[in-house]
């Protein structure tokens, strides 16, 4: 079965610090790599994406990293604030409609 | 602008009853659909997805299916609920294909007992 594994599981960092978020995945077919995040009690909203043409996505304090070598790719997030605080989900599409999402990263980011 | 609506909000249903949850999207036609389950704290699992009106494909067996019956209209359900059916219910749309963004609705928070 295709999947796409995240970790750590949880992480905490103190404000300012720079967070990052690892995710690695098996299948060569998959060509989007979006990484949403998940406030408690709301639904997932993307965060910010990635194709396999480009090695580094930004968008502010966000970067994506991408290595189609390895099949991994990490979040990190610069300059981390206490609203970030949320779960981050990785995730990754292949052709037919199906987007697979790694278990999760819970981030804290302590004041 | 698109908007996606999810009912019920919250359910508290009996092992063994019968469940049905709708969404609806607004101001996009001919949208990719989806539905998506997730336990509390966990990872979003994908159910079903569906192209046009009518068709409808399973991506994970849960005893549940799903129906498109109009074209901004999505529905899942079962006849007999599992305790295992316990969590959050998503749907969401996207623009075309599987290479974009996933939009959902507010979700549908379901309690076998």
């Known amino acids: 079965q295709q999947q796409v594994r995240q970790s750590p599981q949880s992480l905490t960092v103190w404000e300012g610090e720079t967070a990052i978020l690892n995710c690695s995945y098996e299948d060569s077919t998959f060509d989007y790599f979006p990484w949403y995040h998940q406030f408690p009690g709301e639904s997932p909203a993307l965060l910010i994406a990635i194709r396999p043409v480009s090695n580094k996505k930004e968008d502010g304090r966000f970067t994506i990293f991408f290595n189609k070598r390895e099949k991994k790719f990490s979040l990190h997030i610069a300059d981390s604030q206490p609203g970030d605080s949320a779960t981050y989900f990785c995730a990754a599409s292949e052709i037919a409609y199906k987007v697979i999402f790694g278990k999760g990263t819970h981030l804290h980011v302590l004041p | 602008a698109q908007t996606i609506h999810q009912w019920p909000v919250a359910e508290i249903k009996a092992v063994g009853s019968p469940l049905s949850l709708g969404c609806t999207i607004k101001?996009?036609?001919?949208?990719?659909l989806y539905w998506y389950w997730q336990a509390t704290g966990g990872t979003l699992q994908q159910l079903f997805y569906s192209i046009t009106v009518g068709q409808v494909e399973s991506v994970v067996q849960l005893n549940l299916s799903a129906s498109r019956p109009k074209d901004d209209q999505f529905i899942l359900s079962t006849e007999k609920l599992l305790l295992s059916h316990s969590g959050f219910y998503l749907c969401?749309?996207?623009?075309?294909?599987?290479?974009?963004?996933?939009?959902f609705g507010e979700g549908s928070r379901l309690i076998v007992v």
């Open positions: 101001g996009k036609s001919s949208p990719n």
């Open positions: 969401a749309w996207s623009l075309d294909g599987a290479g974009n963004t996933l939009y």
